[in-house]
């Protein structure tokens, strides 16, 4: 198999080509040949003309690559390696939807042959590869795992959108498989790509376990500092001060409070503890951590109601400039962004809310959230509040002149990240 895929005797497939799915794909495309496969024809088209619908990749990333996209059963029957990296998210009620993911589990059983590999890449719960993925391919193949018809494996994605540092070749890859020589070929075959090497888990569930707790760990932390951020507001006490003297010590966990959304950290746990409810354990910690972060949005927008009263401000007709609508700095996702948590808390207080986002789609935010961006020449300059959410780059850059700019007399200034702390003299200023 990894002879063939070196000599392009036969092709390497990924299917689902988002945030994750497309940078896999270009990677191997620079070394073998690739078959790019998405349900979604539209972002097909995109990608056959260079463009990354996720706004992560230039126009560049894609030149000298062997690859073909598309959304064709028929071309994907090429390949005989398979990597699925698609979306892994919760629904309304909190639950693992695997919907995606048997889907595409369908798809690659579709065009399933004797001798093939499939490597999934999105984050599940341990067992589900084996106990969810491997009989739906199955069903659709007719051929049997149990009798050696195809090998299975598992290899956590680690991409983090918007780190330009911490990039695919240069993190660590844990890669696992249904037995040695399957575990084998596919450590070969991400060794071709990954430069920072490979670690090969002993088992899939060990690989899909050690994927999870890597957001539930930080999840709990980042619960801990929003429930200490909580306290010390109380107390008049800056929380990230406190976070520079204590983080003097050489063991200090470097954690700070804020939104905890996207589409990792806020939802990975939930896989976990539904597992782990199934098996008769609530787990308290994880899900106590889940119900802070997750409340964390009403709280920063009831403060800057407070704040706002003691400004003097009528609430009910005042205005508040919301910066920032992503999940996270400096990307286009705006999936699970807590941001919105934030704009729904201040609207119930009959609230006034504009935003702002130099990187969210307003019609993706309206379909999702139900409210629209609002366009940059359309900003007033008697804002009551301004409330920065996300840490965009361009927000990093501005002044309290800036602040004073857009805003009434008496203005208020919410810094969810901390970004201004310290530069704002004369306007009232609180953050986390």
Known sequence: ???????????????????????????????????????????????????????????????????????SLDVLR???????????????HAMPDLKPLLG??????????????????STVYPGCTEEDCIPVMEKHSGLSFAGGDFKVGYSPERINPGDKEHTLARIVKVV????????????????????AGVHRASS??????????????????IALMNELSMIF???????????????????????SPGLVGGHCIGVDPYYLTYKAK?????????????????????????????????????????????????????????RNSKV???????????????????????????HEYGFRLTPMENIRKDYDAVLVAVSHLPYVQLDEEYFKSITSPNPVLVDIKGLFRGKIQDMQYWSL
Not at 104 to 121: C, I, N, P, Q, R
Not at 237 to 244: A, G, P, S
Request: aromatic residues 8%; negative net charge; charged residues 25%.
């Open 1 to 71: 198999m990894y002879e063939q895929l070196l000599q392009k005797k036969t092709k390497l497939a990924v299917i689902g080509l988002g945030y994750v799915g497309l940078p896999i794909a270009l990677e191997f495309a620079r070394h073998l040949s690739v078959i790019g496969f998405d349900i979604n024809a539209a972002r097909v088209d995109l990608m056959r003309n260079n463009i990354d619908p996720s706004g992560e990749l230039e126009a560049k990333d894609f030149e000298g690559c062997d690859i073909e996209f598309t959304d």
């Open 233 to 255: 507001d109380r107390m008049s006490i800056n929380t990230y001060e406190v976070l520079e003297a204590a983080g003097t010590k050489w063991n200090f966990l470097k954690f």
């Open 78 to 92: 090429e390949a005989t390696f398979f990597i699925v990296a698609v979306p892994t998210p919760i629904d309304e």
């Open 340 to 366: 919105a948590d934030v704009i729904q808390e201040l609207k119930n207080f009959s609230v006034n809310v504009d935003i702002v986002d130099p990187h969210a789609d307003s019609d993706e935010l309206h």
């Open 278 to 334: 199934e098996l008769g354990y609530d787990a308290k910690v994880i899900l106590s951590g889940r119900t802070t972060n997750d409340n964390m949005g009403a709280y920063i927008a009831r403060k800057t109601v407070q704040m706002m009263i003691k400004q003097g401000k009528d609430v009910s007709k005042s205005r508040v400039l919301v910066m920032g609508a992503t999940f996270k700095e400096n990307v286009e996702d705006i």
């Open 204 to 221: 899939i569930k060990v690989a899909e376990a050690a994927k999870i707790i890597e957001n539930t760990q930080r999840d709990v932390n």
């Open 176 to 195: 696992s498989g249904c037995d040695a020589e399957a575990l084998d070929t596919i450590a070969k075959v991400y060794e071709l790509v990954i430069t």
């Open 104 to 121: 595409a589990s369908g798809s690659v059983g579709k065009v399933l042959k004797k001798g093939d590999y499939v490597v999934f890449e």
